[in-house]
């Protein structure tokens, strides 16, 4: 804050300044982002793409980006996510009559120029230039506003008559929930694509990785000893085993120590770090993770 040396702050310097500076950059990200791709920051022209996450592009920079994703460029984690041309979809924009190009700007009318936008929704008319929310459709590409798809309910494309789904409709340059969103069912959908193509591969894998994840993410203190069934069986005598290091993972949402659990044999609280004897020697347990460093 800089009162250090004993100035007043007067109140407009804390609370008015800041504030106002703020919306007016807001404003002018949210038509930036509709003006201009996100990636290469150059002016949207056609052929125009759109991600998975809603972000519109040039075409041209999303090409010149898969043909060589070391190059150095600004902005390259924006398109992370785009394995390949597959991952975008062509757009189908409806040009704004209105639209005058190029020339406003020369003329300097500025202002003007940030609110007029180059298309406009084929249905009701609004224009493309962030102050409506905007959807396209993943499986031809046309582009509408939320208003239309929403009052004029179908099932068919307003422009071309394709058949779509409601999960076919991405909103684009979303708020932040509508992003995260769209990245949650990106990734569930390409998970869903990649056990499609090798599904017995995954199988043999997520079995592997299942116990590794319960217990990192577990910290209660009955966390299970690392299944490697054969160590744990030397130092607890009767039944060890991986089948018995299997049961204690669902256990451990319970969050009640097994220890104090009545009715189980010792031998079987002994599989447990909890257990006495479950103090090792340091090249026993250099194998997994501990999250506190009381055991050594
Ligand atoms: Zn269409």
């Not at 250090?4 to 106002?20: A, S």
């Amino acid at each position: 804050m800089g009162c250090d040396g004993g100035t007043i702050p007067k109140r407009h310097e804390l609370v008015k300044g800041p504030k106002k500076v703020e919306k007016v950059d807001k404003n002018a990200e949210l038509a930036a982002k509709w003006k201009y791709c996100a990636l290469s920051q150059e002016k949207l022209r056609r052929p125009i793409v759109a991600c998975e996450l809603g972000r519109l592009y040039n075409k041209d920079a999303v090409i010149e980006y898969l043909l060589d994703k070391s190059a150095e460029r600004p902005n390259v984690e924006i398109a992370a996510h785009i394995r390949g041309i597959k991952d975008v979809k062509e757009l189908n924009l409806t040009d704004n009559p209105a639209w005058e190009g190029d020339r406003r700007n020369a003329k300097g009318d500025c202002y003007e120029d940030m609110h007029r936008a180059m298309f406009i929704c084929p249905v009701v008319g609004l224009e493309m230039n962030g102050k409506h929310k905007f959807c396209y459709l993943q499986t031809c590409g046309c582009v509408f506003s939320e208003r239309a798809l929403r009052e004029v309910k179908t099932e068919i494309c307003h422009k071309c008559g394709d058949p779509f789904r409601d999960e076919d409709i991405v909103v684009l340059n979303g708020s932040k929930e509508e992003q995260e969103q769209l990245q949650k069912t990106m990734e569930e959908r390409r998970a869903k694509a990649k056990a499609g193509k090798k599904s017995k591969k995954n199988k043999g894998l997520e079995t592997v990785s299942k116990p590794v994840e319960s217990e990192a993410s577990s910290e209660s203190t009955s966390t299970p000893v690392n299944g490697g069934g054969s160590s744990s069986g030397d130092s607890a005598p009767g039944p060890s085993g991986s089948s018995k290091t299997v049961k204690p993972v669902a256990a451990v949402g319970s969050k009640r120590s097994i220890q104090n659990m009545e009715g189980k044999s010792e031998a079987y609280k002994s599989i447990f770090t909890t257990h006495s004897s479950a103090k090792r020697s340091k090249d026993q347990i250099s194998n997994w993770v501990t999250h506190t460093p009381y055991h050594f």
